[in-house]
């Protein structure tokens, strides 16, 4: 079955960066559209915080504008989340997001979400 699994996370001092990954695993045969990161801070709803789609076009939420980068490889179904520039307001969990296609399930595209990997912004 596809999951996605995320990884690097942690805790970073204000103005430091830290690179958040995320891949595709566990089905056979899938095709994946968009990929993304959101996050979630306590007592907050769930954001969009970056987001490229299947022809490579990316969106950014403003308040990440000029410090995170979102890059993608499509051969390895892979997402990355660069962040620089890191604030305390950036402390949340980070969620990765993929639409695919597990052709184990037919012909519909579903949304899937990582586990979540903490990041904390902190001196």
């Known amino acids: 079955q596809v999951q996605l699994v995320e990884s690097g996370g942690g805790l970073v001092q204000p103005g430091g960066s830290l690179r958040l990954s995320c891949a595709v695993s566990g089905g056979e045969i899938f095709s994946v559209n968009s990929m993304g990161w959101y996050r979630q801070a306590p007592g907050k709803q769930r954001e969009l915080v970056a987001s490229?789609?299947?022809?490579?076009?990316?969106r950014y939420a403003d308040f990440v504008k000029g410090r995170f980068s979102i890059s993608r490889d499509n051969a390895e179904n892979k997402v990355y989340l660069q962040m620089t520039s890191l604030k305390p307001e950036d402390t949340a969990v980070y969620y990765c997001?993929?639409?695919?296609?597990?052709?184990?399930?037919?012909?519909?595209?579903?949304?899937?979400w990582g586990q979540g990997t903490q990041v904390n912004v902190s001196s």
């Open positions: 997001h993929a639409n695919i296609r597990d052709y184990a399930l037919g012909s519909e595209w579903y949304d899937y």
């Open positions: 490229t789609g299947g022809g490579g076009r990316m």
